[in-house]
């Protein structure tokens, strides 16, 4: 809100309450926690719902195929696949209404919408009996991540002083991440162990086929219901206070947070911003030159988070594992070790982000799984081809995938889409780029199980390291830097940029 580039901005940071603007920032971070255990425990339980609504596996139904197109056609119709990304669809719906929602009814209600759902979803997929049902419910839980992935970010970085604000954000990136090893590490602890070659009809009789699955969805209602409780009792934000005309509770809310005189310049330095508007956002300031060349770069890099193939890995770990040799057991264990590098790694980007900047953990990220993606590709085609791979070497190459994304990508790609679009439109351009995330993730998850199919796992790895290398080349060349500088004085910046891009 304030920079702390002089004198004055300076003692104002040093009278912020951290206390408090920590307090509201990571009960506004639980809604990545559910994020990210509602968007993983689904891999960890995939086998044993399979088994328990019988699904058809889709490897044998395309191997029964003979030619290009029939084998597309089967992969691309699967239950399996269906059951992976359905989820995917709710997320968009969810980020696509969050905006407008969050703009008319303000930030906190739609924290509260989505940790309400997430209560109702992951207890609806534990008690379902028939897998329209399943599907249903992990629709809704979809659309509590999709409403969780765009307004927890945004109501931080609304609510974090400039100097702050990346940390900050980003450690709604550690709440996804701890989400993601709970997941994990509660299907590890519910899972039973499978004996090899246990029998078909064993295994569907098993504990974990019959209910364990439904427990790992289920402990999802947990944190669910703290994160209900606690979004009640966090101010809203003063952002969106001052756009609806409300400046007074506006400026009690950043007196608590920096005192009067921050407060005074925060009001100060928002009211700039948003002289004459009223709350309501037309699409003809979207389609603005100047706020369309910024919504443009916001989708691209929220496409590219999702484009460069990290969550192939997340989603289809059990099956990445048993291409490279590992039995399930030990796939289960690898991922909980997937889930440890996430955690470790983010907190690279936590202390760098602020420091180091945005610009150069994104170009680090993007460089550096192009690099990987060819290794692993690389080892697959070698092991396709006859020649003995250690599992090890696959096992330590998606750890340094997982690594380099969680100190880069991963939060930085929130970071910026929290804070490059202006006030004014904010919450809608935001939920566009997030609903362009959930499209992308939804295209990446749904056509995997189709390139591994029809081109080889070797080869969609290579797909991927091309597409990290476009995006490397084109953050190069548009991706500004935002650290340490205010909402307004970015839009400032970035607003001003694109008008003169436009006119030349």
Known sequence: MI??????????????????????????????????????????????????????????????????????????????????SCALLGCLVGAIVSGPLSDRFGRKPILILAAFNFVASSLGIAFAQSFPVFVTWRIMGGVSIGLASNISPLYISEIAPATQRGLLVAINQLTIVIGILAAQFVNWCIARPIPDGMAADAFAASWNVTRGWRWMFGACAVPSLLFFVSALFVPESPRWLCKAGTGRRAERVLSRIGGASYASAAMAEIQATLTSEDRRVRLGELLDRRVLVVLGLGIFLAVFQQWCGINVIFNYASEIFAQAGFNLNDALTNIVATGVVNLVFVFVALFTVDRLGRRPLMLFGAAGLALIYLAIGACYHIKGAGTPVPPILFLALVLAAIGTYSMSLAPVVWVLISEIFPNRVRGTAMSIAVGALWIACFLLTYTFPIFKTLLGVSYTFWIYAAICATGFAVLWLRLPETKGKSLEQIERELVDRSGREADS
């Open 3 to 84: 920079t702390a580039t002089t004198a004055s901005g300076s003692n104002l940071e040093a009278r912020l309450n951290t206390r408090y603007i920590w307090t509201i920032c990571l009960v506004a971070a639980l809604g990545g926690l559910l994020f990210g255990y509602d968007w993983v425990v689904i891999g960890g339980a995939a086998k044993f719902y399979e088994a328990f609504f019988q699904l058809k596996d889709t490897a044998q139904a395309v191997a029964a195929e003979s030619g290009f197109w029939a084998k597309l056609r089967t992969n691309a119709i699967s239950p399996v696949g269906w059951a992976q």
